[in-house]
């Protein structure tokens, strides 16, 4: 087997390695052991290592390409370009041996024969034996040639492929892992197209490249062939499902993001012309890529490989995955898949936060998608490509940063000298995007304009550390680093739960210790995610707004109706927190906007009332009975029904704010039940915001019909005190620490325990004022909830208060 030069990929295994490459070994697992469960694989076979080094031994390249190398200065990207062009100039010129060619194109006409065709259609893809390996991700350093048809295109590819193990970012990767150049062999997988030029393609990870969180499975994708979505050259659709319920049978989808999808790479139409690009039609770029079950159908085969991987090595093990649809059967398929390589690595257990300082001001200049969550500053050095910059001269230094179209893994030696790249286009998990995240670079891509808007010389600021936008400022700003070691943390009795507003920070969050989530507010989804006042979104067509009906209209494109576009969004806010803390309990607050916030989302000036003090005026429940409210509010709990019944998120609590009497909480339950909510079925759990006095000195009558109290120390201290927390004039007075506000929660303390019900706090006081969490912890509290940026100083502070230590 040993001097085998082709050999089926059905039968290799991972242990073929060294002889086939870590792409066929991967392959031929799957083929072999996969394929009985439903997981499609195109067929194919393995150029092996063999064949490489046959070729390079008997055509004597082998003493020319170590005099090559030795003459690289790694510090001058200029000599490395010369040498890598002279070594695959010198392989792709060279005479295939018959001997070789021979037994290749014979195993390619019998794939042939197999699909009933004289010459098929296959990918022809390079298959280093140091790819895949823990310690280094070689995604991506050598080539992939795509629509290859033909016995001499077929062999021109194979010696292309060997040319491309010597790449400049190939051989600049290998010698910052220390890899000896001539220790690595080159397979070439030979394949069968799927015809997702007619289709979709893109990539898939059971994991989240963000944050390294290990319960989602995250699917970018794109129309055609996936080489555009790999190559970060489009936007693409950003699809995110949740593993522990997707394997229990329930579709949970919890995110889906439209991609701008403007180019597509499809055949071309002769043998010079393998692949084009063409404009993507208007009606695709409106519309996703995959459809919910096909979504749901890649999210099982993604974690049935993870399975499998994972057994094989006995221990977890994501993969990295790239898949595609066939647009003439409409059939999904597996086409690679792999060992992720980064975030499986990373040690979880120390953590370092990133935070702009808020005193200073700041201009946005510009958004995208962020990569990673560290903040970066320098000035700006625009390149379009190696060869030719925007201005002669423009030489990169080392803490630039680089702005370009597209960030191109050939770059690999300019990105490791920049302190943060910012590109037009692609997206997470593009092969920019993954070598930017193992070099610990700050990435922002997928911003559109960007070449146009920043200026060489300008200096900014680029942050990733505000959810999963990247934000670039004008001008050098500070911000703080601080290290976390979570080891170091005590053990505590008390229950600390999160307050999460983002749902784009969840997953980061979830690494924390914590106990579940004790505020999710839904007012900041309906803020960043839908942005539009609901009623609005019901009834904008009845509007004598023309323009306001045809800005909504344009939001809402793609979903079925008004109604649906309220409710996926909404949905998909509050299950990327459920998931982030499954099975934890999440606390989901309905919606609390005061009508003076209400009136700023788009439309809300047609909809709410002018209020002289909104802060005590129309809010919270009284908003969800109100005939003038009731159905938008019905829009709010067939979300929260959606989530649990039929994403499978048990884990969501639903907490009614700003109550004010016992049997205004009747009314809302009537609403609730007739919008699909009941307190009791399926589970369902109703806590109240203990936030005004009424709601303690009624505690006994509220508690008949609750599961639980959540204490909001803000409002609650605002009217005890009767003053204006949002009133500088009296700023001096606002404590959550004043005796009268510690009585009021003193009682209901012990108001619940007496009833039997839970009891926590949600509000500011505790991540403000550690010896205010330790009060409470005195008094018997249930959970403390706070927000991350406060998390260690009050687990240290009611460690100090469970164990009487004076601090």
């Known amino acids: 087997m040993q001097q085998s030069i082709v050999l089926p990929l059905k039968g290799l295994r991972l242990e073929d390695i060294a002889l086939v490459g870590g792409k066929c070994a991967s392959l031929g697992e799957m083929i072999t052991h996969l394929s009985e469960l439903g997981i499609q694989v195109p067929n194919g076979f393995a150029i092996t290592t063999n064949a490489y080094y046959a070729f390079i031994q008997q055509s004597g390249l082998e003493d020319f390409i170590k005099s090559e190398i030795k003459k690289i200065d790694f510090d001058n990207i200029e000599s490395l370009r010369r040498s890598g062009l002279r070594i695959r100039q010198a392989i792709s010129n060279t005479k295939f041996p018959y001997e070789l060619s021979s037994e290749i194109i014979e195993a390619y006409e019998a794939l042939s024969e197999s699909y009933e065709q004289s010459y ?104 055609g062939l996936g080489e555009m979505v790999v190559q970060g050259a489009v936007s693409p659709d950003e699809f995110i499902s949740f593993k522990p319920l997707t394997k229990q049978g329930f579709p949970a989808i919890i995110e889906k993001k439209l991609g701008n999808k403007d180019k597509q790479m499809v055949y071309g139409n002769n043998a010079d012309e393998r692949v084009k690009i063409i404009q993507t039609d208007k009606s695709q770029q409106q519309k996703f890529c995959l459809n919910d079950e096909q979504i749901i159908q890649l999210s099982d085969w993604v974690c049935q490989i993870e399975d499998y991987y994972s057994q094989l090595k006995s221990h977890w093990c994501p993969v990295d995955v790239e898949w595609a649809t066939d647009g ?3 059939e999904l398929f597996i086409v690679q898949a792999r060992p992720e390589t980064i975030h499986s690595n990373r040690d979880i257990s120390t953590i370092t936060a990133y935070a702009m300082e808020e005193q200073q001001p700041k201009k946005e200049l510009l958004r995208g998608i962020a990569v990673g969550d560290k903040i970066a500053t320098g000035k700006v050095n625009i390149l379009y490509s190696l060869d ?201 607050r309905f919606s609390d906007f005061k009508s003076n916030e209400y009136y700023n989302l788009l439309g809300g000036q047609y909809f709410e009332p002018k209020e002289e003090n909104p802060m005590i005026g129309w809010r919270g429940a009284s908003r969800y009975y109100s005939d003038k409210y009731k159905e938008a509010f019905g829009l709010e709990c067939k979300a929260i029904a959606n989530v649990r019944n039929h994403l499978g998120f048990k884990n969501v609590v639903v907490m009614i704010p700003f109550c004010r009497t016992p049997k205004e909480l009747e009314k809302v339950y009537t609403v609730m039940k007739e919008y699909g909510l009941e307190r009791g079925i399926d589970g369902l759990k109703v806590y109240l915001m203990a936030e005004i006095p009424s709601n303690i000195i009624l505690a006994k009558e509220f508690a008949k019909n609750i599961d639980g109290f959540s204490i909001g120390s803000n409002d609650l201290t605002q009217l005890t005190l009767g003053l204006d927390r949002d009133s500088s004039l009296v700023a001096d007075l606002y404590d959550e620490r004043n005796e009268a506000v510690k009585m009021m929660i003193s009682n209901l303390i012990d108001i619940a325990k007496a009833s039997n019900v839970q009891v926590g706090i949600c509000g500011q006081g505790p991540s403000d004022h550690p010896d205010f969490a330790q009060f409470l912890v005195e008094k018997g509290i249930d959970s403390v909830s706070v927000t991350p940026d406060a998390l260690v100083k009050t687990i240290y502070a009611i460690h100090a208060c469970e164990n009487k230590i004076h601090v």
Request: aromatic fraction near 8%; charged fraction near 20%; proline fraction near 3%.
């Open 120 to 223: 098929t259609d296959v990918a022809v893809r390079s298959s280093a034996t140091a790819e895949d390996l823990p310690d280094a991700s070689f995604a991506g350093q050598q080539e992939t040639y795509l629509n290859v048809r033909g016995n001499a295109s077929l062999i021109d590819a194979v010696r292309n492929c060997f040319a491309s193990l010597f790449t400049d970012r190939a051989i600049s990767y290998r010698e910052n892992f220390h890899y000896d150049h001539f220790a690595i062999g080159l397979s070439v997988c030979v394949q069968k197209m799927v015809r997702s030029d007619l289709g979709s393609s893109g990539v898939a990870f059971s994991i989240d490249t963000e944050t390294g969180f290990k319960d989602v499975v995250l699917i970018n994708g794109s129309f």
């Open 328 to 330: 003439l059967s409409g």
């Open 388 to 588: 030719k910059r925007i201005t002669e001269g423009a030489v990169f230094q080392k803490g630039d940063i680089l702005v370009t179209d597209m960030t191109d893994p050939d770059w690999e030696p300019i990105m490791k000298m920049a302190a943060a790249i910012i590109t037009n286009k692609g997206g997470r998990t593009c092969h920019a995007a993954i070598v930017a995240r193992e070099m610990g670079v700050p990435a922002i891509v997928g911003c559109g304009n960007v070449t146009e808007i920043l200026s060489i010389g300008q200096e900014v600021t680029a942050s990733c550390a505000e959810g999963d936008e990247g934000i670039v400022y004008e001008g050098v700003l500070n911000f703080s680093t601080r290290e976390i070691d979570l080891k170091q943390l005590p053990e505590i009795k008390t229950a600390v739960k999160l307050n999460v507003a983002s749902p784009s920070l969840a997953f980061k969050f979830a690494a924390l210790p914590n106990k579940g989530v004790g505020l999710a507010r839904e007012e900041f989804i309906i803020n960043n995610y839908i942005k539009v006042h609901p009623l609005a979104i019901l009834h904008h067509k009845a509007l004598k707004d023309e323009s306001l009906s045809s800005e909504i209209t344009k939001i809402i494109s793609g979903f079925v109706s008004e109604e649906q576009y309220f409710i996926q969004k909404l949905s998909f806010g509050i299950a990327k927190i459920a998931a982030a803390f499954y099975p934890n309990e999440v606390i989901v």
